[in-house]
């Protein structure tokens, strides 16, 4: 059978879930309400080597294969709050396996090592408000300017926007050249010109932040710019995947933990003198559900373990096989699994629908309008639309840095009104 985890990986699983169920679920309710969790929380999962767990030591991480990231998305989950477990897997895997692939010296030890230690909050920053599925059509401009480079754009939708330190945040360097005229940079908060729009509310994933920013003449040094001037579309491809890839283990993981909470209630709840589990429907639904949660889980493994032989064993570039099973996964089985929590808190009635309720199901699912809404961002190897026509303003309320946080949780750093 095909067993990948190591007594070493469940010891760590038992840290993560410790972690998930002991410190960050006894807070879920405060969390959620506030549309936030502290920034302590980064700090902690650094400390317990929960964000650097797949990492080289030498990047600060713990060494560890991408098994060790499968755990970690498995057992977050637990926390049963989907923005508290997203906040930290942005800042894991999805604003910094790109610095740790191509990032210099000075920049993993600017902004790696602290940010898998939790003492800086990362963020990735790709989408804008005309620029989603199409990440060719960004419009947020780098320029070069004697030895540095001068930004001005906006970013939405992005998760830990409110509160990071820096984003990896992808520009267009050669506007005319579409794909081919992107480039990553690392670009830290606290510059003059940066800002924050404002605070996104959410349907879902409550307890994260969700930001819209803007850049007006930001000024960033060379030294900031990641990887090679004009190649970030290929760099953001690679990195997709371990986003699509982290994205499906913690969606399968909030799935088996809203079944499972499917079965206590249908076990004990009695409906026209019989448990519900006694009901030839429920019993066929949940198997159903079982079932596709099941091969969901197997597809995942399979693209973990080609993703962790190609980047850990072999330490190659991905195949386009991986490229492709890994968007096969993100589209063919988070779509699928999108509809079963929602089968799933039917048997619950009106319970699945609270969050305070002792329902598990409302609070350890993902982002579902993201993953049913947007189709795959296209792999390197397709061709890439060309940059659109139209304009889009950002939307720039005035920034107002003696203004006091809405939200009541600390930040280190003012947001916007
Ligand atoms: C909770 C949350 C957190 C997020 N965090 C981040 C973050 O940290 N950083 C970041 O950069 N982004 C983030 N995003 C943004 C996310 O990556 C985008 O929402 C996603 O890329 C889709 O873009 P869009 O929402 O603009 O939809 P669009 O691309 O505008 O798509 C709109 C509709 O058009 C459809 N469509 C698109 N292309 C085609 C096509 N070729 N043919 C037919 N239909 C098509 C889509 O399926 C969708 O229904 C976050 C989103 C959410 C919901």
């Known amino acids: 059978m095909f067993q990948p985890f190591t007594e070493e990986h469940e010891h760590f699983r038992k840290t993560v879930r410790d972690f998930a169920e002991k410190e960050l ?7 959620e309400e ?22 080289p030591e030498e990047h600060g991480g713990s060494g560890g294969d991408y098994w060790f990231s499968m755990v970690k998305a498995e057992e977050l989950p637990r926390c049963q709050m989907a923005g508290t477990t997203m906040g930290l897997l942005v800042q894991s895997d999805m604003a910094t396996p790109v610095i740790s692939d191509i990032g210099t010296k000075d920049q993993i030890e600017e902004f790696l090592v602290p940010a898998l230690a939790g003492d800086k909050i990362a963020a990735l ?5 005309g620029a989603g599925s199409d990440v060719s059509a960004i419009r947020t401009t780098a320029r070069k300017d004697g030895d540095d480079y001068v930004l001005n754009g906006s970013k939405t939708y992005i998760t830990n926007g409110t ?5 990896t945040l992808l520009a267009k360097t050669n506007p005319e050249a579409g794909a081919h005229g992107c480039s990553f940079f690392l670009v830290p908060t606290n510059l003059d010109g940066f800002g924050v729009s404002r605070k996104l509310k959410k349907l879902g994933n409550k307890s994260s932040d969700t930001a819209e920013m803007f850049l007006e003449d930001v000024r960033i040094p060379k030294r900031y710019l990641l990887g090679q001037e004009n190649m970030a579309f290929m760099y953001l491809m690679q ?14 993981a909030g799935l088996f933990l809203a079944l499972e909470d499917a079965v206590t209630w249908a076990r004990d709840r009695v409906v026209f ?3 519900l589990i006694k009901r030839e429907y429920w019993q066929q639904k949940l198997v159903d559900l079982y079932t596709k949660v099941e091969a969901g889980k197997s597809m995942t493994y399979r693209c973990a373990d080609q993703y962790n032989h190609e980047k850990y064993v072999v330490k190659q570039p991905l195949s386009f096989e991986t490229v492709k099973l890994i968007s096969m996964a993100k589209v063919s089985w988070r779509k699928s699994a999108a509809r079963s929590p929602t089968s799933a808190s039917r048997s619950t009635a009106a319970r699945g629908i ?10 350890v699912i993902s982002d579902w309008s993201a993953s049913e809404a947007a189709p795959p961002r296209p792999c390197a190897t397709t061709s890439p639309s060309s940059w659109g026509s139209e304009d889009v303003l950002c939307p720039v309320p005035s920034w107002n840095r003696t203004n006091p946080p809405s939200c009541s949780i600390a930040h280190r750093r003012p947001r916007c009104r």
């Open 25 to 31: 679920l006894p807070n879920a309710e405060a969390w």
């Open 34 to 55: 506030s549309e936030c969790f502290p920034n302590e929380v980064f700090k902690r999962a650094g400390e317990l080597g929960i964000l650097g767990a797949h990492y």
């Open 125 to 129: 920053g790709v989408t804008e408000p």
């Open 163 to 167: 509160r990071c330190d820096f984003v």
């Open 239 to 252: 990195n997709f995947q371990s986003e699509r890839l982290i994205a499906c283990a913690s969606t399968t």
């Open 273 to 275: 003198g019989k448990p």
């Open 354 to 363: 609270w969050t305070n309720t002792g329902s598990r199901a409302p609070g």
